[in-house]
């Protein structure tokens, strides 16, 4: 059997591939997306597909390949309805990433909260004069509420990290309350815009679906607190970035921090990096040797498995 690899990975994954008898493996080896024609050219004629989350896997790519593995936990680059009626499976790598993110999702938070790009900036263009008072503060969690819209596995992992900084009051919502995943935290499911409300910072860890499309708009801004810090480290479409934009821009609320933008690279001429009070990342929540290794190694399993008609390590039950 022959399989397609869209992208140069960490070579334990490759290996994986590889080492498995009665593979042959061609991989678009390269730091940089494959471009479409190539990917096509690719996929035609092989029963497997590993693939990043930056590929776009829709039904010209569906008519080419067999199986599939994506090497992320995200999965709305994958046209699923397609997949789906063809009944094509599907592997993903859930919580092998799960603490790299969360990780990151607590860094992220705080260097918006305490401003901290914006300090180092100051040291290193002497705005750094004296102590000051009132100079580049911020907001701290002690005492506060944090609302987390997808209490899932990353959002369960950012609260457990949070937990110990001090947090007040855990709130959370999604599709419904889910009392066993709220309980260690004793978090209130709540609806979005009592989240909104009544967050002082909210982080956003669920998955880009229909539903969840846009939902952090002007009228979830505007219920924010002026003094509240907004965190996404789940995808750039769950926020209307022009929203975001008026709303740090115009002091309605304090602070973001983006891991995820829309789209992605965010252009550098972009109007949300000319704002000091938006720390944005290059969508490096998983972004860490060990998690990323582990990541192409599940993923480089879940193929195998799924062309060998067994079990996948994760499958992605539609
Ligand atoms: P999970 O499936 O465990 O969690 C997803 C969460 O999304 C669930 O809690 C679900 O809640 C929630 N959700 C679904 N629909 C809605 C809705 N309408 N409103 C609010 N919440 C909703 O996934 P993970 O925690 O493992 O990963 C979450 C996402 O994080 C991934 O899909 C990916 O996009 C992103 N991610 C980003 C990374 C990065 O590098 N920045 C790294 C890894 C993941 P419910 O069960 O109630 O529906
Ligand atoms: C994912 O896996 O969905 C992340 O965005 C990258 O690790």
Not at 64 to 91: C, N, P, Q, W, Y
Not at 100 to 128: D, F
Not at 188 to 204: G, H, I, N
Not at 287 to 310: F, I, P, W
Request: charged share 20%; hydrophobic share 40%; proline share 5%.
């Amino acid at each position: 059997m022959a399989v397609f690899v869209t992208r140069r990975i960490p070579a334990e994954g490759l290996r994986v591939l590889s080492q498995a008898g009665g593979f042959r493996v061609q991989q678009w080896d390269s730091e940089e997306p494959v471009p479409r024609a190539e990917l096509l050219a690719g996929v035609a004629g092989k029963q497997g597909l590993l693939c990043l989350l930056s590929d776009r896997i829709d039904r010209e790519v569906l008519d080419a390949a067999g199986g599939l593995s994506t090497m992320s936990v995200g999965f709305d680059h994958l046209a699923l309805d397609e997949i789906k009626k063809r009944g094509v499976r599907v592997g993903y790598t859930p919580d092998v990433l799960t603490d790299a993110t969360a990780e990151l999702s607590v860094a992220l938070l705080l260097s918006a909260c305490r401003r901290l790009p914006e300090a180092v900036e100051q040291v290193k263009n002497g705005g750094w004069t004296t102590w000051k008072p009132l100079w580049m503060c911020g907001y701290g969690l002690s005492d506060s509420t944090v609302g987390i819209i997808g209490l899932g596995r990353i959002g369960q992992a950012v609260a457990r990290r949070l937990k110990p900084f001090g947090v007040k009051k855990f709130l959370y919502t999604g599709s419904g309350p889910k009392p066993e995943s709220g309980a260690e935290f004793e978090a209130e499911f709540v609806s979005l815009t009592r989240l909104a409300e009544e967050s002082d910072f909210v982080v956003v860890t669920c998955a880009l679906t229909p539903a969840t499309q846009g939902m952090c708009n002007k009228d979830f801004f505007t219920r924010m607190k002026k003094t509240s810090v907004f965190v996404n480290t789940s995808r750039g479409s769950v926020v209307n970035q022009e929203d975001l934009y008026n709303a740090l821009a115009h002091g309605q609320i304090a602070a973001a921090g983006l891991d995820v933008t829309t789209p992605e690279p965010l252009p550098t001429d972009h109007p949300l990096l000319s704002l000091k009070n938006c720390v944005i990342l290059p969508h490096i929540g998983s972004a860490t040797y060990a998690t990323r290794s582990t990541m192409a190694v599940l993923a480089a399993k879940n193929l195998l498995a799924g062309l060998r008609g067994e079990a996948m390590p994760h499958e992605l039950l539609l």
